[in-house]
């Protein structure tokens, strides 16, 4: 792609995201919004920017624990299996 190219989409919205949320969460976010004298896209934003952080660390974390219970797992299984032996 061209750096014109780029550019145009760019300039055409190409940074846009629409995402479909439940009645109670936006009328949530609009509440926050105007308790804080903010738009509700300035409070989208800054739950996305909160968000996004923990949801990795989450993700990190359940990766975590998800590696040590299958190690865990393996090892009882091994110590059953010598018992029978």
């Known amino acids: ?6 550019e145009t989409r760019r300039l055409r919205g190409d940074h846009c995201l629409n995402v479909f949320v439940s009645y109670e969460l936006k009328d949530k976010l609009k509440a926050l ?6 738009t509700t896209s300035d409070m989208v934003r800054a ?3 909160i968000g996004i ?8 974390a ?12 393996r090892k009882l299984r091994q110590v059953k299996s010598l018992k029978e032996i």
């Open 1 to 6: 792609m061209t750096e014109t190219n780029t």
């Open 33 to 38: 919004a105007s308790k804080y004298d903010r």
């Open 47 to 49: 739950v996305l920017r």
């Open 53 to 60: 952080p923990m949801m990795e660390g989450l993700s990190e």
């Open 62 to 73: 359940e990766e975590i624990m998800v590696r040590e219970y299958i190690a865990l797992f």
